[in-house]
């Protein structure tokens, strides 16, 4: 959680069991998500890393490994065996403790509950919080709230409930870090939450100071006194001026940031090699954009046995293309009773 998430996410290795929780719950502080967090989060699928940045919700177990962010789940009780037998690899190499973390996987087992963000809850996630206003978001939200399907009705109803918790300018903070984030690179996303921070800590908003008070020191219950209290006191240029503007005068005192080297993911060292497939990648294997697509249509079964080819039996794979296929893709007949292929709905 927060500075455990900035230290495990540039790992190449991951691992999670049923112990882990993932959270970033700088909001919940009148904060924003840092340490990469704007890097990381919004290189999950879909909006996922948004909602996650806002609402300062948890994934918990293997949720944690089947939405991106692990990229192994090995149950708890394997944890010393998997040690002991990394620590005896006498060639380490990236591919060797793969299969290591492989071997003491599990799959999913009948009694587990499905992953928390799929089906039609997970469309309507993408729906609201693909916007790049909080106004939106939850404007959408409240639509959102009148649907037929309860399970999305609920959702959007306690995701607004959340949010009316949160710190209105954090959330335009970290709506605005995440989507800029998205198009820097590590070092890029690091040197703009630094800013940020400085900002926070030069005066920038009170919300800090107040959430931590009210959450660590006091431990209210409830609302802070956030300031401005509400999201129509204050306007998303006045975020960009006071926390990204190079002429802002809460970030004339930041320094310059430096990383090692090694920590700056680059072509040779993607951080999601070892993760289940993307919904990015699915999609560009079905509409044949991916350079293992081959030339003609996939049906479901030939995409499913692309991809645990190319994952090389790495547990969870048939799950997760099951899971986006599901959502994003239609099953286009052509009439002759043999063939059934998939097509890409966005």
Request: proline letters at 7%; one cysteine or more.
């Given at each position: ?156 109803q306690t995701t ?82 006071n926390f990204f ?48 697509s081959g030339k ?51």
């Amino acid at each position: 959680m927060g500075g455990g998430v900035g230290l495990a996410a540039p790992a190449l290795f991951r691992v999670a069991s049923e112990k882990t929780v993932f959270a970033m719950p700088e909001t919940k502080i009148g904060y924003f998500p840092d340490v990469g967090a704007s890097y990381h989060l919004s290189r999950l699928d879909g909006e996922l890393g948004t909602y996650l940045a806002l609402t300062a919700e948890q994934l918990v177990g293997r949720a944690v490994f089947e939405h991106g962010f692990a990229t192994h789940f090995v149950p708890s009780r394997r944890i010393p065996t998997l040690i002991s037998r990394l620590s005896t690899l006498e060639n380490p190499l990236p591919d060797a403790i793969d299969r290591t973390l492989e071997e003491l996987s599990s799959e999913r087992q009948p009694d587990e509950p499905d992953p928390p963000y799929t089906g039609s809850k997970r469309v309507a996630l993408d729906a609201a919080f693909r916007h790049n206003s909080v106004e939106e978001i939850m404007q959408e939200l409240e639509s959102f709230v009148g649907s037929s399907d309860k399970v999305v009705r609920d959702w959007a109803q306690t995701t607004l409930d959340v949010l009316q918790l949160r710190s209105p300018t954090s959330l335009k903070v970290a709506l605005e870090a995440i989507r800029r984030g998205k198009n820097l690179d590590l070092l890029g996303a690091l040197e703009m939450e630094f800013k940020i921070a400085t900002a926070y800590c030069s005066g920038a908003s009170p919300d800090f100071h107040t959430g931590v008070t009210a959450a660590l020191v006091e431990k209210l219950p409830g609302r802070p006194n956030w300031s401005p209290a509400t999201l129509k006191e204050i306007s998303d240029a006045v975020i960009k001026s006071n926390f990204f503007s190079d002429d802002s005068p809460y970030l004339s005192s930041a320094p310059t940031l430096t990383i090692p080297d090694h920590m700056i993911p680059t072509k040779d060292k993607n951080l999601m090699r070892y993760c289940l497939p993307t919904e990015k990648e699915i999609g560009s294997m079905v509409r044949g954009s991916h350079p293992a697509s081959g030339k003609s249509g996939l049906t479901l079964p030939e995409l499913i046995s692309k991809f645990e080819d190319l994952r090389k039996g790495k547990h969870g794979v048939r799950e997760k293309v099951l899971e986006v296929v599901d959502r994003k893709c239609n099953i286009v007949d052509n009439a002759d009773g043999n063939f059934q292929w998939l097509k890409w709905k966005h």
